[in-house]
């Protein structure tokens, strides 16, 4: 494929810079070249010399001297060598992607990062620009400065709606047809749903007849429930090369060391790059160290205890909401059990929009959750949802939570019975 | 100042998520409050129970159970709050900047991030962008995509020079397109890639020129710490001479803590720093916290003294590094090469005055003689035009390495002008 057509005009001025390149032929080259190019710090002087992270398993990561360096030093701006080396491993093992040898893997500062990279690098102003509904709202943060015509795809229980993916495509205007199709497959934020693999392989084969790319965001790969095997992600699908995957460790290793990776078409993954080397210049080198080192102790089959335990620990926590949801809010909410992710969405029966709801007497009703009109592409129509976090609360607090939302949500339909109908 | 005449189209559309607004429900919160609304995986299951790092003086670093927390956690856009406290406190006691209660501080994954935001932030096409002639590379490289209209300004040996300033911006303004500049970016002290530092009476002429231009000041200031001045004698930044609220201030700890970590601040009016803070939110939604809870640490357990004892350190070992490139420099490139003595920083800034052309010169020839730098043509906006300068960083190779690489040039050099007079 040729991937031109989907860059913007930003995009397509990025070049490699000079300096970069000269940098590279530090690697592997003869020891008496001397190399008077970078413009980096001599680690003589770096004040952190060794380090030490205990593992809850009992194990010790040890950071040498050696590795000290490593962590301290400006990286290679695609990603710290042996991380990319682990990653792409992962990333085979798991998905067998076609055309393996086409493909290249960027290690980002979070996926969101990688998200922003992607978006930046196809947006237009006016753009059509197809997600997913309810949709990630750090996605629409990063496209709505750009004044796009959003066209939302419906989702359900099962996740994507093939056939409103059809329907938002028939009625686009032929001269301004959108690039690609974001979605986020499993455990969907904020609807909990993980896209059936039939529903997969009739999006891709539509995304394959529009000309359109994929943007796989995919940070809760892991976090699918119900003993189901993993599902099968567009990569693993992607004949043709029109995958983007977001890969993150933020959900099972550490959010806060900010470490991603974006696997997807050798073209599309060099502009990336480059942005990413005008930007952040390389991530967080020590970030990379240590998730390089916690997985090379692991190996693959630590790696997959221990998602396999982070699973079943989110899938308890599910449970736990649903019990309590059960019990306060039957009758007056809606759902369908969350089959991957950490959020339950919730639908408000009765109450036609939830912003005020939870913005202006969430506080009072001592509950917080998001209302579900963030979510939503159209800023004027009222929306009934909510979102729920079941991730980092004990189960008395989710009761607590759930029966304070039931009387918060009581006095809302009281006061809108009091109110004329507004808008 | 009314800084939305300043905003790209794009930067002046983003706006918060409902979602962001929530966040100052949590600062003082309730403890009867159910708070489901945040996205954050539960911290349980990280891997990592405790972390030490051992520090060059012997000490060690043994991070709270909190720390640990706040590290691997995410984190809020601005940054770290212990850490955005340490350099909002290290940012007034260093430029006591006169609008310091209309500014406000960020923290960046490295400066570059944070130039980068700000130059989006501030040019669409087209729009006037000054720089200085030569300029740093990476700058032009952030440059190039947004295809802004470049001054450059020609140095002399302060850097920008301000006669020169005013008639490119005078011509600027005359022109038929009326399309005025908005910022201006320089690097004052041992500016990449020529090491000249600006001084006091000039950088309040350029103030004064921005302030007649309404000019967005981007001071991009890595080597501060790297003058090899007195702390004391280090001439006033841009945002300790700025009155009106135009100053961008970028500061980074990469050359004097750790690259690899990435943090860097920036600090500006606040209302410029809100959009930036958006656009952050929705590229890394926060920066490494790991990283900033180290630097933290390190700040906390060197106190003021400690960071101007490891500063002081660190000015007289690139001194050293500078003095034996000079030495090098003048043992093997006098008369063929001149320069001048940089006062910060580290590099050296070469023109070879036989040479018409450093680029093939280096990048065709230089492996074969075992030498590397940088060509000056990576730090020109026409990168076309032959020139005849080159950079040397001194930064990470030995004296034995600098003698054997300044060897190895002249070399090179000799060959080149061979080659021309053959060519001629």
């Not at chain 1, 066209?151 to 032929?174: H, K, N, Q, T």
Request: charged share 20%; aromatic share 8%.
């Amino acid at each position: 494929m040729d991937y031109t057509g989907y860059m913007n005009e930003v995009a397509k001025r990025r070049e490699p810079l000079v300096i970069r390149e000269l940098f590279g032929l530090q690697h592997g080259a003869p020891k008496d070249v001397v190399f008077l190019t970078a413009g980096a710090p001599n680690p003589e002087t770096f004040p952190i010399v060794s380090g030490s992270l205990k593992l809850r398993d009992g194990t010790t990561l040890e950071l040498t001297p050696d590795k000290m360096v490593d962590c301290l030093q400006y990286g290679p701006t695609p990603g710290y060598p042996p991380l990319i080396e682990q990653l792409k491993t992962i990333t085979e093992t798991i998905h067998t992607p076609p055309r393996w040898k086409d493909r290249e893997v960027l290690v980002t500062t979070g996926s969101q990062s990688g998200l922003l990279m992607a978006l930046e690098m196809m947006l237009t102003p006016g753009q059509t620009v197809l997600v997913e509904q309810p949709c990630y709202t750090g996605v629409l943060s990063v496209v709505s400065p750009y004044n796009p015509k959003y066209l939302p795809v419906e989702s359900d229980g099962e996740g994507l709606v093939p056939s409103s993916l059809r329907a938002a495509l028939a009625s686009c205007s032929p001269h301004n047809k959108p690039k690609f199709l974001y979605t986020v497959p499993t455990g969907s934020n904020p609807s909990g749903a993980v896209t059936s693999e039939d529903r997969r392989r009739e999006v891709y084969q539509i995304c394959r007849d529009n000309d359109l790319l994929i943007l796989e965001d995919d940070p809760y790969f892991f976090l699918h429930y119900d003993g189901k095997t993993p599902p099968t992600s567009y990569l693993s699908l992607d004949e043709d090369g029109r995958v983007l995957r977001f890969d993150s460790v933020s959900k099972v290793v550490s959010a806060g060391l900010r470490v991603g990776w974006v696997t997807g078409p050798r073209q599309l993954v060099h502009k990336m790059n480059l942005h990413k080397g005008s930007s952040v210049i390389s991530s967080a080198s020590m970030s990379q160290v240590v998730v390089s080192e916690l997985l090379r102790v692991w190996g693959l089959e630590g790696l997959a205890r221990h998602t396999a335990q982070v699973r079943q620990f989110y899938q308890n926590k599910r449970d736990s909401m649903l019990q309590a949801a059960d019990k306060y809010l039957t009758g007056v909410c809606e759902w369908t059990v969350p089959a991957g992710g950490m959020f339950l969405w919730l639908k408000v029966l009765g109450v036609r929009d939830t912003w005020d709801m939870v913005m202006r007497r969430g506080l009072e009703g001592k509950v917080m959750l998001v209302p579900g009109h963030a979510f939503m592409t159209d800023p004027i129509r009222p929306c009934p949802y909510l979102r729920a976090s079941f991730s980092a609360t004990s189960t008395p607090i989710m009761h607590q939570g759930m029966k304070n939302l039931a009387e918060l949500i009581q006095r809302e339909k009281e006061l809108q019975r009091m109110k004329p109908q507004q808008g | 100042m009314n800084y939305s005449k300043y905003l790209s189209k794009v930067a002046a559309r983003r706006k918060p998520s409902g979602i962001s607004d929530m966040r100052k429900y949590l600062v003082n919160p309730s403890p009867s409050l159910v708070w489901l609304g945040s996205g954050m995986p539960n911290p349980t299951q990280f891997p990592f129970r405790e972390v030490t790092v051992g520090l060059n003086d012997g000490e060690v670093l043994h991070l709270s159970q909190d720390m640990l927390s706040s590290g691997l956690q995410y984190g809020p856009t601005p940054g770290y709050a212990p850490l955005v406290t340490q350099l909002k406190a290290m940012v007034e006691r260093h430029h006591s900047p006169p609008r310091w209660s209309e500014s406000n501080l960020l923290v960046t994954v490295g400066a570059q991030d944070g130039v980068s935001k700000a130059f989006e932030m501030l040019l669409d096409p087209g729009d006037y962008v000054v720089i200085s002639d030569p300029c740093y590379s990476d700058a032009l490289c952030m440059l190039a995509s947004l295809a802004p209209q470049y001054l450059a300004i020609e140095n002399d040996d302060e850097g920008m020079v301000p006669a020169n300033l005013r008639a490119a911006l005078k011509l600027a303004a005359n022109s038929e397109e009326k399309r005025m500049p908005k910022a201006l970016y320089l690097v004052p002290n041992a500016s990449n890639p020529t090491g000249t530092t600006m001084g006091e009476v000039r950088r309040r002429e350029i103030y004064a020129i921005a302030q007649e231009y309404d000019l967005i000041i981007l001071e991009d200031d890595p080597y501060y710490f790297l003058t090899y001045e007195e702390e004391q004698n280090i001439p006033p930044s841009f945002l300790s001479l700025d009155i009106d609220g135009r100053v961008l201030r970028f500061d980074s700890f990469s050359k004097i803590v750790s690259a690899g970590l990435r943090v860097a601040f920036v600090t500006g009016p606040a209302p410029l720093l809100a959009v930036m803070e958006l656009h952050l939110q929705s590229s890394v939604i926060c920066g490494p916290m790991f990283s900033q809870v180290l630097v933290s640490e390190l700040l906390r357990e060197w106190g003021e003294e400690g960071f101007s004892r490891h500063t002081a350190k660190l000015r007289i070992f690139y001194k050293n590094q500078r003095d034996a490139m000079l030495l090098a420099a003048s043992t093997h490139l006098t008369g063929l090469c001149e320069w001048t003595v940089p006062k910060g920083g580290i590099f050296l800034w070469l023109k070879v005055v036989g040479v018409k052309d450093t680029g093939p010169m280096i990048i065709e020839r230089g492996i074969t003689k075992n030498v590397i730098l940088i060509p000056g043509k990576e730090f020109v906006v026409d990168s076309s035009k032959p020139n005849q300068f080159m950079r040397a960083a001194f930064s990470c190779v030995t004296p034995e390495q600098m003698m054997k690489g300044m060897e190895n040039l002249a070399s090179l050099i000799r060959e080149e002008i061979a080659l021309q007079n053959n060519q001629a």
